[in-house]
Each structure stands twice: as C-alpha cells, then as structure tokens.
C-alpha cells in the first residue's frame, strides 16, 4: 500500500517535542548572510559639461580639422540643424530619416557625404555627454555604386593636357598633379623649403590627409624643371604662385580652373579635376608594375585597400574573355 505525502503545512511544521534554535546560539561560519542590494544610481555627467549649446558642440567637433573639412562640415551641420527646427538634444530618428529623405535630389554621394558628417556630429555630441543617445548610430546609409573606373584618364589623355598647356607655371603644376599623385591641398601648400636634393634629382614633403607627413622622390627632369622655375624665391614662398601676389599661394578654386581649362583643351568633355590627375598616376603606375606598397606609400593612402580598388577598377584580364559570346 503506497503512503500518501504529507501536507505542506506538516513538512514546514516542526516536530513534536523538538527546539527551536536561536539564531545567536549558530556559530558565524554556519550563518549566511546575504547583504541588502540597493537599486543602481542612475547615470549622470561626473565632469563639467563639454559644450552648452548647438553652436559650442558645433565648434568642438570642428576643432583641428583642415580649412576645407570645416567649411563643408559646417554647412551640413548648420543645414541639418535648419531642416529640424529644434535643439540637437531633442532630435529623434524620425526626424533624422526625414532629413535623410529631403535629401532625394542630390547626387548620391553627396547625399552620402551630407548624411555621414551629421552621423558623426551626433556620435561626437554623445561621445561627450551632450545628447542622451546617438540617434545616427542606427541610421544605415544606402551602398554607393564605385565609380573610379570613369574617372581614371587613360595615358593618351593625360599626355595630351600636358602637351597643350604652353603656360611654364600650369604646365610645371599639372605635371607634379600627376607625377607626384597630390592632393590639391598637399600642392597649393608646398613651399621652397618643402623640396629637398638628393644625388639625383631631389623630393618634396607633403603634409597630407591625416596629418601624414610624407616624402615623395621625384623623377630628375620633374625636378629640374621645378628647381629652375624657382628664381630668386625665399624658403618660405609657396612654389606655386598667383599673379595676384608674388608671396601669395594659387588657390584650390584657381587650380581647378587650370586644370579644367587643360583637359578642355584636350578635348576631355568629362568634369575632370585635379584629382583625377592623383587618380591616373595611381592606375598607371600599377599598370606600368609599380609595386602595390610603393603606391600606396607615395599617396599617403592609410590602407592598402584603397590602394587595391585602381587595380580592381582597371583589371587586366577577367573570365569573359575566356567565353564565346
């Protein structure tokens, strides 16, 4: 016959005849005593506050960029801060998905570029304690379509824009673009004390993107050349000059006009600038078997990643050419 369980009440119920112990009377090593948790302190700011307003988040996170950078992240912050209407720390996700739609009409990457420095203005303001969240964090921007392939000037083209500027000083500026592979901001700051000879021929330091110093050598006749055009100029005057003063350096607008002028005359009916040139002097020089470091090193480029995307964006050889098509 099965014995039934006893009732709850008769498990906890002490026995008949049995005594109670008092708690004092257990020696400390057989007590376990589970201290009082209290609720977490809510988080707030331990340091003085970064920034007070929009303007001073604004002015912190611009803080040590180039001239450039600034003007154009100082636009897109001020345009979208126009667009919402409201304190940065009262943005929500809608209204930034908003202003991503408002955006329709530009190219896509300008609209990329747009969207990409507001993300980083709110990621910085967060960083610093001055908004509660990141709202950008979670805002995907859609995938760009590579387009290097169309800005890459072949060999002929860019033999031809040299061959029809008969200005020394444009002629000299547009053949270092392209030697050298600058950024027009890396040229338009080059001074005579930026240039340095070697047995043969010589090298410019460039201080670049990044704040990258680099020294790129020159072949002897790009250097020649340039060390003739230099007359009596100090150290200290920039190499290439504009008529407006002798000390006074070419500005990115006026190097862009020259350089627009050169590939017209070419007969190039693209938008070229003078990054194409940087462009073309990385394709070429890897077609040519310039080793992927050395290009990489000689263009400042902080990966070779970026490096590898010419070589991808003009290959040799692929599997079509093996079809009957």
Do not use: C
């Amino acid at each position: 016959m099965r014995r039934e369980g006893r009732p709850p009440s008769a498990l906890s119920a002490p026995r008949k005849g049995s005594r109670s112990v008092n708690e004092s009377q257990v020696p400390a090593l057989f007590r376990e005593t589970i201290p009082a948790v209290s609720p977490p302190a809510p988080l707030t700011p331990t340091g003085p506050a970064q920034a007070a307003t929009d303007k001073d988040l604004l002015r912190l996170w611009l803080h040590g960029r180039t001239v450039n950078t600034q003007k154009a992240y100082r636009r897109d912050g001020f345009r979208f801060l126009d667009f919402t209407g409201k304190p940065l720390p009262a943005v929500t996700l809608s209204d930034l998905q908003a202003f991503q739609e408002s955006l329709a009409d530009y190219a896509p990457a300008t609209r990329a570029r747009i969207l990409d420095a507001v993300k980083s203005l709110l990621a910085f303001g967060h960083r610093i304690g001055y908004l509660p969240f990141d709202v950008g964090r979670v805002l995907k921007l859609p995938p760009l379509k590579d387009t290097l392939a169309q800005r890459i000037l072949t060999e002929a083209q860019v033999q031809r824009l040299l061959a029809l500027e008969t200005n020394p000083r444009n002629h000299l500026l547009l053949r270092l673009l392209y030697g050298a592979g600058l950024r027009v901001s890396e040229l338009v700051a080059l001074t005579w004390r930026d240039l340095q000879a070697r047995s043969e021929g010589g090298q410019i330091t460039v201080f670049g993107k990044g704040r990258k110093t680099r020294a790129i050598l020159l072949p002897v006749s790009l250097w020649q050349d340039l060390t003739a055009m230099r007359g009596g100029a100090s150290e200290d005057e920039p190499v290439f000059v504009s008529r407006q003063g002798k000390a006074q350096p070419l500005s990115l607008e006026q190097v862009k006009r020259i350089v627009r002028a050169a590939a017209h005359r070419a007969g190039i009916s693209a938008p070229v600038s003078p990054h194409w040139l940087r462009h073309a002097h990385a394709s070429h020089a890897l077609d040519r078997g310039a080793p992927i470091h050395l290009v990489q090193a000689t263009l400042g480029h902080a990966s070779m990643t970026t490096t590898g995307h010419y070589a991808h964006a003009r290959p040799e050889d692929s599997s079509a050419r093996y079809l009957s098509v």
